[in-house]
């Protein structure tokens, strides 16, 4: 079993930054972030794997948010600059012990393990 706990949410106008983390016990593979709104269904934010080079954005965030893993302290981050008011959601970790490619990075199924999510709100 995986615990995940997320934090680093709040509220911030647009154009700030915030900086999500989740620490994970014990650590895996592969991590990621979703978030979700009311009015969406969940959606894969980033992603990344141990193996060099295994990461991967969604379009609506390339440029602006970089993900990172430390395994040393079994935590993933999310630094999210120039934020924007969709970008006002729940946002869960995700984790699983294996790779699911390039094309299933950023799939809800390909995760087994969550977060309960902390809140981002972007608001003028």
């Known amino acids: 079993q995986v615990q995940l706990v997320e934090s680093g949410g709040g509220s911030v106008q647009p154009g700030g930054s915030l900086r999500l983390s989740c620490v994970a016990s014990?650590?895996?593979?592969?991590m990621a972030w979703f978030r979700q709104t009311p009015e969406k269904e969940r959606e894969g934010v980033a992603a990344?794997?141990?193996?060099?080079?295994?990461?991967s954005y969604a379009d609506f965030v390339k440029g602006r948010f970089t993900i990172s893993k430390d395994n040393a302290k079994k935590t993933l981050s999310l630094q999210m600059n120039s934020l924007k008011s969709e970008d006002t959601a729940m946002y869960y970790c995700a984790a699983n012990h294996a790779n699911p490619g390039f094309l299933g990075r950023l799939r809800v199924s390909s995760y087994t393990y969550w977060g309960q999510g902390t809140q981002v709100t972007v608001s003028a």
């Open positions: 014990p650590t895996t593979y592969c």
């Open positions: 990344i794997c141990d193996n060099p080079g295994d990461t």
